[in-house]
């Protein structure tokens, strides 16, 4: 059975405009016991019994690609990996050279998701991104070099000032390196962000649902004419080349939490980490967990969870036959296709997602009982 690792490192070098993440740019004196700490969590998890041999790790943030190579390879040395794993690195374009991805490729990383989001420095300014985008092709070209064979390119598309030649700049500089897998998403105003703020006091505009839609239809077409195809809303790979673990989190899998703010799903319970790394550190010192809380779902709630997730996919959700009336009115206004008792949003479906999503579930999609209503949205990409 597949089942993942979760390492969440939570440090940043500066912290983005639009980021409401577990993030910090003034612990970096923490990073070895930061370090320490999670591969006492990995020793504990696997005597408590809840680790198996993981299929998928993934390193996420927070910029992990700013702890030394041989900090983070340290904790993957203490992750029991099963053959053939898919090991996934986030990283900064700023914070990789080609002796820190030789290392990472010798330690068992076989993935590298670089933050790109933009290719235009305008736009990167605006979003409170530092990095240059000529780093880019260098990072990419040393992760060849070292062994990395899958690449993922992260984009953001919507943001104030970015025009949509702009736009289809950054998609064809991103598509002439090649990359595996490309993830695109619509940028978000999170409250209490400096972007957050700036859009509440009017001093910046938020960005515009008719933007945002029209940009991702034209990351539509280009990344499928690149051979890339959707697998879920926001993501694209080539055939086979889809993330691994990401998959894991759609199918309802399993996996392990580590580090500060890290979730986990394990034995049918999940879980969630303290947010603080101090408070991470103090916890796990003492030897106990860093629980700060948990949930089980019931089977109703999961079968809500599991119809939600699986529509996000290009493979799509299996319908009850109490929603089968509404899929076909949706079916008709051209937001889903409808057959053998499954359906999957269509592109316009896709941007509207939430609200599709909600009336489904309110008509008896994942079961006989009425679905209690989700918070309902617009673009959803």
Known sequence: MPFGVYVHIPFCAIRCDYCDFATWTDKAHLVESYVDA?????RRRAATGDSRPATSVFFGGGTPSLLPAGSLTRILDAIDCAPGAEVTVE????SVDAAKLAAYARAGVTRMSLGVQSLRPHVLASLGRTHDPRNVTHAIACAREAGIDRVNVDLIYGTPGETVDDWRRTLEGALTLAPEHVSAYALTVEPGTPLGRAVAEGRRPGPDDDDQAEKYAIADDALGAAGLEWYEISNWARRGEECRHNLLYWDQGEYLGIGCAAHGHTRGRRWWNVRGPDRYLELVAAGGTAEAGDERLDDAARAEEAFTLALRTRRGAPLHAAAELTARTLADEGLLVSGNSRVVLTRAGRLLASDLTARLLLAGAAGP??????????LEC
């Open 369 to 378: 009982a009425p679905a209690a209503a989700l918070a309902l949205g617009t």
């Open 91 to 94: 990283c900064n374009p700023d």
């Open 38 to 42: 999670c591969v006492s969590d990995l």
